[in-house]
């Protein structure tokens, strides 16, 4: 899961009350602390290593589910959080011209949607934040809720993948339970923790090869650590792995889990097995840490895929694009926890939204029209058909900071 919002919008805040709720950490723990924003810091012996995460990691449990919750603080470090996660919370600050401004005019609350839907997030839970401060009015939670519903249906979310609570982070209400004279008057649904245990279970591909996503790497001890996801396949202790795109052969030597095992003696999580849709370390041995890095992908020697520097795709372009995009355009390509320079090789045809072909090879493409592409970039990766495997062939197009199009790949050339 991935927390998004707008810069001041309350996730810090949230995640503290969500940790606290759930038992992660005591009250005292959290009040300790103004911001309770360290609770998505590393813990000491992370911090001890010297080493530089890329994501903070906290898992929290509900009952039908084990959560990792990648933060997600905005602009550049968002993408890798995002590429990452199944499902996200995105937390809107109700004050009046608190929403308006994360919503409209240069916030980036549209943009955390649009991105996050593109890199594959399919559940969302809209937390609509610091009601407190509107004295807990019904009118200003509905007009939010309006305006946010509808956009999100414009990026293609489901309608019942979408869920909607109030709340405040601040003082804790409706995280876990409702006793607010105020909100208990007119809110009989679910609280966050709820709409967090109500999310469908995400769609593990366990039968097809492993393919794991490096989204970390540090050097512990004696060995070197990977940590990542396993996006389908799974992956035990001894196996021989291949890294791509570099080529080395590495072995698993340990595998540990950040979701914490349950009391359960059969929970897989005790094992040395992960599968799909598990976030854990691998210590891997008999390469050198230089040779590895974030956006790497595991997989094995007899079932590895191709690296490819070219591709067909079709892309959606955003909305309110400043300049349209045109031939020869260099671009910034991100797919899961990498981001490489890219060119736009050929504008192939511009489409209807039934894919048929509307006009070939426009001169240009503006906001909003659906194209079929061809792009390079500079290096090989791994890359794959959209219909083969998603989260490899889902992408996001950004210029200079701003996101121009989200796009899946058709064919590998
Ligand atoms: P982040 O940047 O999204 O992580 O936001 P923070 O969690 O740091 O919160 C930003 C500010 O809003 C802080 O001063 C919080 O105390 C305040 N805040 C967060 N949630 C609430 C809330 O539910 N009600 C009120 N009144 N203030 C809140």
Known sequence: MVILGHVDAGKSTLMGQV???????TKREAAKQTKL????????????RGVTMEIGTKTIRVPKHDIVVLDAPGHHDF???????DVAILVV????GEFEAGFSGGGQTKEHIQLARGLGVTQIIVAINKLDVEGWKKGRYEEIQ???????LKQEFKEKRIQFVPISGLTGENIKVCNSSELSKWHKGPTLLDAVNNFFPANRQIEKPLRFIVTDVFSEGKGIVTRGRVIQGFVE??????????????????????????????DPRRLDTAIAGDTVQLVINDIDIMRLSIGNILCFPNARPPLTKKATARIIVMDKLAVPIIRGAQVIFHMHSLDVPTVLTKLVSILNRDGSIKKERPRALTSSVSASIEFTISDRIVMEAFSDCR???????????????????DKTL
């Open 19 to 25: 940790l606290v709720s759930t038992g992660q950490v």
């Open 79 to 85: 993408i890798p959080g995002a590429a990452n996660a």
């Open 391 to 409: 989260a490899l062939g889902r992408f996001v197009l950004r210029r200079g900071g701003e996101t121009i199009a989200i796009g899946v790949i």
């Open 146 to 152: 309006g305006d946010i519903k509808q956009f999100l």
């Open 93 to 96: 600050a109700a004050v009046t």
């Open 37 to 48: 924003s360290w609770l998505l810091d590393e813990n000491e012996s992370e911090r001890a």
């Open 237 to 266: 202790v001894g196996d021989q792995l291949v890294v791509l795109p570099v080529g080395d052969i590495v072995r698993v030597s340990k595998l540990e889990h950040l979701q914490a095992p349950s009391d359960d003696i059969d």
